[in-house]
Nanobody, 123 residues
Framework: DVQLVESGGDSVQAGGSLRISCKVS????????MAWFRQAPGKEREGVAA????????YYTDSVKGRFTIFQDNAKNTVYLQMNSLKPEDTAMYYC?????????????????WGQGTQVTVS
């Protein structure tokens, strides 16, 4: 089994930066694909960034390219999402997700394990 615990969400001003974290514990064989999703009130869950550890590839939704970066610290078993140049439309609950291998890295149904979420508010 895999446990994911997000942290670091906060309220920030537009143009600011924030780094959120996802602490991973449990069976590491189930976490080759890691991703961040977000969901704003009244909207569907959206894939933001994904990282396939095995191939060293990363994926981003168009709206965050050049502003967000997903990366991992394997020594700390933690996945991060560095968010720069934040915009009010980035306001959402951000969720960490994991699976063995995601066929479509930014699609939520590909992922088996989810954290509880951390709130990011940009004003």
């Amino acid at each position: 089994d895999v446990q994911l615990v997000e942290s670091g969400g906060d309220s920030v001003q537009a143009g600011g930066s924030l780094r959120i974290s996802c602490k991973v514990s449990g069976d590491g064989h189930n976490t080759n694909s890691m991703a961040w999703f977000r969901q704003a009130p009244g909207k569907e869950r959206e894939g933001v960034a994904a990282n396939y550890v095995g191939g060293g590839r990363t994926y981003y939704t168009d709206s965050v390219k050049g502003r967000f970066t997903i990366f991992q610290d394997n020594a700390k078993n933690t996945v991060y999402l560095q968010m720069n140049s934040l915009k009010p439309e980035d306001t959402a609950m951000y969720y960490c997700a994991a699976t063995v291998v995601a066929g479509d890295p930014l699609v939520s149904y590909e992922y088996n394990y989810w954290g509880q979420g951390t709130q990011v508010t940009v004003s």
